[in-house]
């Protein structure tokens, strides 16, 4: 029997970062990942890279390009006539990238001294695995022992019986990143991240997106101020976001769907080409073993971990989407590099208070800390700053002044609480904020810190300034 200081339970950003730096610190580390893609061949990567972050972003990429061209080139002079999209090449682009990324991993595991064990696992005791192959000519099941275990089996989409998935007509995440055409009528259900930028991709594309949102506020864990103004733009694009929508039910004919829904109005009829169902994630521990060996599970199906991420077994972790959290693969990560440490002897440090978040719409929307709702609800004092991207020489060079960036900064110390942007590369000017916070900085220190001109991130200086009502562009 084959045994490890370390064996990783699934390879997406949690498990195959866990494993390359446990590996790296001198532990011996295989890591068991199951996934099988659309050609039935194994891969490394998880939903990130296989279905997630990553061809979201492909998708988004080209859309933006396409409309970019459509509608902006104009107005720099550069006239493209006749432009037309070819969906199929663009998704033979996306799976190219997922492609080259996910075999990326497996030669980052090979130069790691990273054993893949190909298949399922099952935990059989809190230093047992079974390891049964998947996929074709699969052999025979195999234990294998670990002194230590990481769980990072992720997290599969919520389904809602009034739209089961058929994969065809209706589809989750996964199959709206592989559409052949662009549908005429999209329907998506849920107002979320991937509801937002999924509806963006084939809305850019020329679909007519209707979204219905179940909640009546849109974007409910954003600040306020950037979630009404991103609505006001969203909508302005031509998403048709429709709040306070309960779906009831759907039925279809093999041509289009029939989304049946009530709102304030009462009942409504939607008729949509394609639909999505978006409406959140749930941790996986399908076939884990995880309470035949008496691992301690929330009622919503999470490995319950303590501040370390250990289980309530000894040297069983668990991290990434399966454990509370947000479900972002930068949070499942640092999570793994934290965890791998820890077992080597190290301080692995994570940091929840600052963990950014981004929403790929175009324009972005990424914030880090408190939103000015959440520094009301626990009283704090604050102050506040805000710099619009219409001020901003770079922006407007750009033709992006859409949004802005606004700061929230203690009243009595100055130290930032919170950062929140709507606007162009906001995941890229987010991370001066996550920087800052994370090294307690003040409003003022960004003030006192040179930024280059002319950049977007000036914007960023200048919503510090304005912390102190002393912007200079505005
Ligand atoms: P996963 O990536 O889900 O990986 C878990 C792996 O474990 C899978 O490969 C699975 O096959 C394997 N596994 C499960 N059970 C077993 C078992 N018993 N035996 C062997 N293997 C097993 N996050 C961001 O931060 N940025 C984004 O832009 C972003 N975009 C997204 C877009 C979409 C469309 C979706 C769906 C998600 C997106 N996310 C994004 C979320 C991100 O994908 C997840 O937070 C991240 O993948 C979680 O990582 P993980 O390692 O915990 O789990
Ligand atoms: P989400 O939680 O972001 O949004 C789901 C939305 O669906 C919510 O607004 C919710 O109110 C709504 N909803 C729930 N049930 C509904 C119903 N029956 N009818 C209508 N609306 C309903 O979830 P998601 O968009 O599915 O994404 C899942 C997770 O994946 C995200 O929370 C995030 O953690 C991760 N993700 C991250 C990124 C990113 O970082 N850019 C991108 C995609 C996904």
């Not at 532990?27 to 893609?37: I, R």
């Not at 001020?391 to 900064?409: D, F, H, P, W």
């Not at 090294?439 to 000036?458: G, V």
Request: with cysteine; hydrophobic share 40%.
């Amino acid at each position: 029997m084959k045994s490890f200081d370390v064996v990783v339970i699934g390879a997406g950003p949690g498990g195959y970062i866990a494993a390359i730096r446990c590996a790296q610190l001198g532990l011996s580390t295989a890591c068991v990942e199951s996934w099988l893609n659309d050609e039935g061949k194994p891969a490394l990567g998880g939903t990130c890279l296989n279905v997630g972050c990553i061809p979201s972003k492909a998708l988004l990429d080209s859309s933006h390009h396409f409309s970019h061209i459509k509608h902006e080139a104009g107005s720099h002079g550069i006239n493209v006539p006749g432009i037309t999209i070819d969906v199929n090449k663009m998704i033979e682009r996306k799976n190219k990238i997922v492609q080259t990324l996910t075999q990326g991993i497996a030669g980052l595991f090979r130069k790691n001294k990273v054993e893949w064990l190909q298949g399922h696992a099952k935990l059989i005791s809190g230093d047992q695995i079974e390891v049964a192959p998947v996929g074709e000519g699969s052999a025979e099941p195999y234990v294998v022992t670990a002194k230590n275990i990481i769980i990072a089996t992720g997290s599969v989409p919520v389904n809602i019986p009034p739209a089961p998935v058929d994969d065809e007509l209706i589809v989750d995440s996964a199959g709206a990143l592989k559409f052949n055409d662009v549908p005429r009528r999209l329907g998506v259900i849920g107002a979320g991240v991937i509801g937002l930028e999924l509806g963006s991709v084939w809305s850019r594309l020329g679909s007519q997106v209707i979204i219905l949102e179940a909640l009546d506020v849109f974007l409910g864990p954003v600040d306020r101020q950037i979630a009404n103004e991103a609505e006001k733009v969203f909508r302005k694009q031509g998403l048709d976001i429709r709040l306070g929508a309960k779906v009831t039910g759907t039925g279809s004919n093999n041509r289009e769907v029939t989304v049946t829904y009530e709102d304030t109005k009462g009942k409504q009829q939607l008729i949509v080409d394609k639909l999505i169902v978006a409406v959140g994630r749930k941790p996986n521990i399908e076939g884990l073993g995880a309470t035949d060996v008496g691992l301690n599970i929330d009622e919503q199906g999470f490995i319950n971990v303590d501040n370390n991420t250990l289980t309530n077994l000894a040297n069983v972790y668990a991290i990434g989407d399966v454990v509370r959290g947000p479900m972002l693969a930068h949070k499942a990560s640092e999570e793994g590099i934290a965890i791998a440490e820890r077992i080597a002897g190290k301080p692995g440090h994570m940091n929840y208070d600052v963990i950014p978040w981004v929403v790929y719409t175009w324009p972005e929307i990424a914030w880090v800390g408190k939103t000015e709702q959440d520094l009301k609800a626990d009283s704090t004092e604050y102050q506040t700053g805000v710099f619009p991207f219409a001020a901003s020489g770079r922006a407007r060079a750009m033709g992006e002044t859409t949004g802005m960036v606004k700061m929230l900064s203690d009243a009595n110390t100055d130290r930032v609480l919170g950062v929140h942007i709507f606007g162009p590369s906001a995941s890229e000017l987010i991370t001066e904020a996550v920087i800052a916070m994370e090294f307690d900085a003040s409003a003022e220190d960004i003030a006192r810190t040179i930024h280059a001109h002319p950049s977007l991130s000036e914007a960023m200086h200048e919503a510090a300034l304005a912390v102190d009502k002393r912007a200079l562009h505005i």
